[in-house]
């Protein structure tokens, strides 16, 4: 069996008054000002802070995927970024597309109707649309290498698979 | 939309509570309609406990747990395909915590027969003692019972509002009521004018409700096709809401640290780091554990850890060796139960060759994604409670005892949930988050688990054994005399709602092994109950989760015995039992070219569990690739009788099955220093992407009664992949995980 060393037992603990000034960040193409500790993790700004709470929490040890967002385009695990290592802008889930106006992997998860519970859906399409972004006609390998990190527990993996797919013909269409 | 909460008088009973064969339990209390939880405002007409109609349109009740199974858009479908409103014109709440939303086929489900031989006199019995789930209250998702249960009474509900709207058309109008017809949320009066449903309703409201028969399945629009789910479109957003995505003005955010030695009391903690730290607000002594609340859930998580707790050891042995020698010596005890006791298994029929095996298999953690939290705001005489739960009026009872209060003081809103598989029927984070709250009052706290916390503190599936005895004779099973020994987490189940110990033969212990669909003249299984301490509860497909890995995996071993191709042994067996059955054996048999031959590196394995009133086969195929083995693909086939949604239909069997794979190659709950050993994914792991085989599935409708679907995809993965395994490598494995015993892909 794996040992595991827990990652917020391993962080340095918190001096009483120490408060970090102001961080600037930009998410989904709006600037925002975060008054906490450097070392709070962007998952916990974004949910707690700025009230974004399509990215989820899952396992906090970036075990699991349900946190993943982009931080210029690239799939990160959120839980992971310490708020004053956040370089870059930041996209969230609510970023691709709202129930309004979705994006054209998100109609696709629609589509194939993917989702079960759906709180690791989120994750799942971030990293879905970043391997998309790289490559846009990936093979049921590629699919398997980029996508294993991203944990389901209900099983979808696949009508995933097939919306991923189903994603790539439609932004090669578009 | 309608103020909940508050009582209504006017209502009336859907369906009749017809009491078949002279059974009556209180016929004046099932008869008497159980109170309307919905209490319309102004302008508004609640015309049953689920259906409210108001200006802005038609919302429907769907009181059941949505967590991946598609409840909530099957639910509105049974009561829309009678009350005429297109699904994408209406809204779908789950409703507050109210006995009027009562299962009536969980009660049905205890009854002590095996349920594929059920005969239409013990069907209706079931169906009467239906009406027990709504004198106890019972609203509960489980047990894949949400389709029996409102198969009839929502379209009764859709259909006699639907009449009753008509009616009230018709004195409007001054025509007869059969003139009218209905259509996408209007009435239609005899010269084609449009009378919408929202200008009806309150004089609706003021007529007795109209009885309605229901429609020929031909003139079915919804049901039994593939609908649109309606949380789709949300959970493709992140804009469906869990219970940990309730984001309240004002909220504070808090974390949980308990006992990890299970049982055991705090003896005292030293907060004095903690409380210093950036973001806390306050420390709270849970009696049996801490908590604290903080700006933020990950301040609150870093104080919470640095919390110094000296805690009181486990009252269950500490070690697993020790926890289940004392499973094993649950045999040398008389049975809890023997509920199959065919023939004589103490005579060996003459000419038979004897086989015998025991069987070992984990606790489980049931890990759903979304850990354990809720949110609670405590005003002194009230108490409003947001989550994902899968029993709304027990958890309203559990956490108003906690906070002293009475059960109509307390609000329960019922979110999304991020997985369920029997966990979020427990109180323990409903109570935990009330305990948090009360410390801050008229602040709302939102409480979270850390996952460690989460996998810790779980009510496992329980760990189990079984000692299979068989015998099998010119190619057939003519003999099995098999035990099951493990806890009883119906009883544990029974003590923590009702207080009082639970007692009696516990059938779910023995559910997947005594009840199976094979003709074998000499057949006793019985269950032994060991006294153990850990907590355990309801884990996907329950005591059907351990014996069906038992049973099939025995089956497979009698069939090589017997020199018999597996699959053909089973069918032989099961074709003069259970005819459902023998058709999901042979639909696996065409969909798989089952030919009993494999190649050198495939090994394929085939396993069957009737289970929730779902006869399942499953053929999986494993491939040996340069010394490592991959699942590479898998054949389900099911028989529910009628499929309401087909499509949800297959994404519960192949994501039960998965379910069930990932338990069968990673999964094991262990234990060391009285604490659970696993902590988090990287030592809990489950199939992933890359380790999910190809699957079809094909959904059968022959049975006579209508089964379930959210469990019965899980029983037979176990033993399927085990056989697929022993066909691969000769290696039978008795021991759950496989990844202990063999080179799995990870």
């Given at each position: 069996m794996l040992t595991l060393s827990i990652n917020y037992v391993s962080n340095p603990s918190f001096s009483g008054d120490k408060r970090a000034m102001a961080t600037s960040l930009t998410i989904n193409g709006t600037a925002h000002q975060v008054d906490l500790p450097d070392d709070v993790p962007l998952l916990w700004v974004l949910r707690d802070e700025i009230g974004l709470t399509g990215t989820k929490f899952g396992c906090g040890v970036s075990a699991c995927g349900a946190c993943t967002v982009h931080i210029d385009g690239e799939a990160v695990r959120s839980c992971q970024i310490a708020l004053s290592d956040v370089q870059g802008?930041?996209?969230?889930?609510?970023?691709?597309?709202?129930?309004?106006?979705?994006s054209a992997i998100q109609r696709a998860w629609v589509a194939h109707q993917v989702a079960q519970c759906g709180y690791c859906q989120s994750g799942q399409i971030m990293q879905a649309a970043s391997l998309l972004a790289q490559n846009p006609a990936p093979t049921d390998a590629e699919i398997d290498e980029a996508m294993q990190g991203n944990l389901c527990r209900c099983g979808t993996y696949p009508r995933i698979r097939a919306a991923i797919h189903d994603a790539a013909a439609r932004m090669k269409e578009a | 939309m309608a103020s909940i909460g508050k009582i209504v008088r006017r209502t009336f009973l859907i369906g009749s509570a017809a009491i078949v064969g002279g059974v009556a339990f209180g016929a004046y209390y099932v008869t008497r309609p159980a109170a309307n939880p919905l209490k319309p405002g102004e302008g508004e007409a609640a015309l049953n406990p689920f259906v409210l109609i108001d200006q802005n349109g038609v919302t429907l009740f769907a009181p059941r747990a949505e967590m991946g199974q598609g409840v909530k858009t099957t639910w509105a479908a049974l009561i829309a395909e009678e009350l005429d409103v297109e699904l994408d014109q209406i809204t779908v709440l789950?409703?507050?915590a109210a006995a009027a939303y009562y299962n009536t086929a969980m009660i049905g489900e205890g009854l002590p027969n095996k349920g594929y031989d059920i005969s239409n006199f013990q069907h209706n019995l079931a169906e009467a003692l239906g009406v027990i789930g709504k004198v106890l209250s019972l609203q509960v998702t489980g047990g894949s019972t949400s389709m029996k249960d409102g198969f009839v009474?929502?379209?009764?509900?859709?259909?006699?509002?639907?009449?009753?709207?008509?009616?009230?058309?018709?004195?409007?109008?001054?025509?007869?009521?059969?003139?009218?017809?209905t259509e996408a949320g209007h009435v239609i009066a005899p010269d084609g004018s449009k009378i919408p449903y929202p200008e009806l309703a309150m004089d609706a409201a003021k007529l007795d409700p109209v009885e309605a028969h229901l429609r020929d399945p031909g003139e079915w629009r919804y049901l039994g096709k593939n609908l649109p789910r309606l949380d789709m479109v949300g959970k493709s957003t992140g804009t469906a809401e869990f219970g940990i995505d309730v984001r309240l003005p004002g909220m504070k955010f808090a974390s949980v640290r308990m006992n990890p030695k299970l049982g055991g009391s705090m003896k005292s903690f030293d907060d004095s780091a903690a409380k210093s730290m950036p973001g806390v607000e306050k420390v709270v002594d849970l009696g049996d554990g801490v908590a604290v609340v903080a700006s933020n859930t990950w301040l609150a998580i870093q104080a919470v850890e640095a919390i110094e707790v000296?805690?009181?050891?486990?009252?269950?042995?500490?070690?697993?060796?020790?926890?289940?020698?004392?499973?094993?010596?649950?045999?040398?005890?008389?049975?809890?139960?023997?509920?199959?006791?065919?023939?004589?298994?103490?005579?060996?029929?003459?000419?038979?060759t004897e086989i015998t095996a025991e069987y070992t298999v984990p606790y489980l953690a049931h890990a759903t994604m979304e850990p354990m939290n809720a949110t609670a705001l405590f005003s002194g005489r009230k108490l409003e409670f947001w989550g994902g739960n899968q029993a709304p009026t027990f958890m309203q009872m559990k956490i108003a005892a906690a906070a002293n209060l009475d059960s109509e003081q307390v609000?329960?809103?019922?979110?999304?949930?991020?997985?369920?598989?029997?966990?979020?029927?427990?109180?323990?984070?409903?109570?935990i988050a009330t305990k948090v709250a009360m410390a801050m009052p008229n602040v709302p706290v939102q409480t979270t688990w850390s996952r460690e916390e989460d996998m810790r503190h779980d009510f496992y599936r329980p760990g189990a054994m079984a000692r299979m005895r068989g015998a099998v004779k010119d190619g057939k099973a003519v003999l099995i005399d098999g035990r099951v020994a493990s806890q009883s987490c119906t009883h544990q189940a029974v003590e923590r709602i009702t207080g009082f110990a639970g007692g009696g033969p516990d059938k779910v212990?023995?559910?997947?092994?005594?009840?199976?669909?094979?003709?074998?003249?000499?057949?006793?299984?019985?269950?032994?109950?060991?006294?153990?301490?850990?907590?355990?509860?309801?884990?996907?497909?329950?005591?059907?989760?351990?014996?069906?890995?038992?049973?099939?995996?025995?089956?497979?071993?009698?069939?090589?015995?017997?020199?018999?191709?597996?699959?053909?042994?089973?069918?032989?067996?099961?074709?003069?039992?259970?005819?459902?059955?023998?058709?999901?054996?042979e639909a696996v048999r065409e969909m798989s070219g089952w030919t009993g031959q494999t190649p050198d590196g495939v090994g394929r394995g085939v396993a069957f569990t009737y289970s929730f009133g779902t006869p399942v086969a499953q053929v999986i195929e494993v491939l040996d690739e340069d010394g490592t083995i991959r699942i590479n693909k898998a054949w389900i086939a099911c028989d529910m009788g009628l499929a309401l949604d087909p499509e949800t239909v297959k994404a519960q069997m192949f994501g039960g099955m998965i379910y069930g794979l990932s338990a069968a190659c990673y999964g094991a709950i262990t234990f060391a220093d009285g604490e659970v050993e696993q902590f988090n994914f990287p030592d809990y792991d489950a199939i992933r992407m890359h380790t999910s085989p190809q699957v079809e599935v094909r959904v059968l409708e022959t049975n006579r009664h209508m089964g379930g679907a959210g469990e019965p995809g899980t029983p037979p993965s176990m033993p399927a992949l085990g056989n697929a395994l022993f066909d691969l490598t000769g290696k039978r494995v008795r021991t759950l995980p496989f990844a202990d015993h063999f080179d799995l892909l990870v």
């Open positions: 802008e930041v996209t969230t889930i609510e970023g691709v597309g709202s129930p309004d106006a979705m | 789950h409703g507050p009474r929502m379209r009764e509900a859709g259909a006699s509002a639907r009449e009753t709207l008509k009616q009230a058309a018709a004195e409007r109008l001054g025509v007869d009521r059969s003139q009218l017809t000296e805690w009181e050891d486990a009252p269950y042995p500490p070690e697993t060796d020790a926890i289940f020698a004392k499973i094993a010596e649950a045999f040398d005890e008389s049975p809890n139960s023997t509920m199959r006791d065919d023939g004589d298994v103490g005579v060996m029929p003459e000419g038979a609000e329960v809103h019922t979110t999304y949930l991020g997985g369920g598989f029997g966990r979020r029927g427990e109180f323990d984070f409903g109570v212990l023995v559910e997947g092994l005594f009840n199976q669909p094979y003709a074998v003249p000499n057949y006793r299984i019985s269950g032994h109950i060991a006294d153990l301490q850990i907590p355990v509860g309801f884990w996907r497909s329950v005591g059907n989760s351990h014996n069906g890995f038992f049973h099939e995996t025995f089956m497979d071993e009698m069939a090589h015995t017997a020199g018999r191709d597996p699959l053909e042994f089973r069918l032989e067996l099961m074709k003069s039992e259970h005819a459902p059955s023998a058709g999901c054996l």
